[in-house]
């Protein structure tokens, strides 16, 4: 199996700071990942897909990078909508995997 | 913007099977694969598999391929999770999502909770 690995598992920013998020791979998975937001008692929406295509509707502070085993997520002049928790999935190979998730608070 | 509307949440016994339905609209359904996932309690999500909406076609997790069923019916665009043989770690919210690989829509969840 892939496994993906994100980090940091938290981490607490204002309003107005960037963030990165990272996803590692266990393998090279080209640039078959995407990135995902879910809010409290919420169902995952996507944000990035193919590692760095940013999903219609989704606002242009968030930004997808990479290829191959290293990816990253970054938010710039995080709103208060943001505060959330963020996962990676590849689809490189089966199974699909899930990074463990990061979730971001209000610091 | 495709929806998906899943079914209400359920309580099983333990050894017990939960079917879990989804309703889609807003997009051709024959065109697109529905996936499922899971997430526990307090827990990250966990991808069981997906059925293709134009053959029924499926692809299982193996941790899933001895207990789980997905199907469709294309006259009502609805696909269905059966899991069977429920163990108290299978308490968890089920979602489906439009997509095999980009999952691009979901449903709301649906709360499964597996107890004695």
């Known amino acids: 199996d892939i496994q993906m690995t994100q980090s940091p598992s938290s981490l607490s920013a204002s309003v107005g700071d960037s963030v990165t998020i990272t996803c590692r791979a266990s393998?090279?998975?080209?640039?078959?990942l995407g990135w995902y937001q879910q809010k409290p008692g919420k169902a995952p929406q996507r944000l990035i897909y193919?590692?760095?295509s940013l999903q219609s509707g989704v606002p242009s502070r968030f930004s997808g990078s990479g290829s191959g085993t290293e990816f990253t997520l970054t938010i710039t002049n995080l709103q208060p909508e943001d505060f959330a928790t963020y996962y990676c999935l590849q689809h490189y190979g089966y199974p699909i995997t899930f990074g463990q998730g990061t979730r971001l608070d209000i610091q | 913007q495709g929806q998906l509307v899943q079914s209400g949440g359920e309580m099983k016994a333990p050894g017990a099977s939960v079917k879990v339905s989804c309703k889609t609209s807003g997009f051709p359904f024959t065109s697109y694969s529905i996936s499922w996932v899971r997430q526990a309690p307090g827990q990250g999500l966990e991808w069981m598999g997906w059925?293709?909406?134009?053959?029924?076609?499926?692809k299982y997790a193996q941790k899933f391929q001895d207990r789980v069923t997905m199907t469709i019916d294309t006259s009502t665009t609805t696909a269905y999770m059966d899991l069977m043989s429920l163990r108290s770690d299978d308490t968890a919210v089920y979602f489906c999502?439009?997509?095999?690989?980009?999952?691009?829509?979901w449903g709301q969840g649906t709360l499964v909770t597996v107890s004695s």
């Open positions: 393998q090279g998975i080209s640039d078959d």
């Open positions: 193919a590692a760095s």
């Open positions: 059925i293709s909406g134009y053959n029924g076609t499926t």
């Open positions: 999502a439009r997509g095999h690989a980009v999952m691009t829509d």
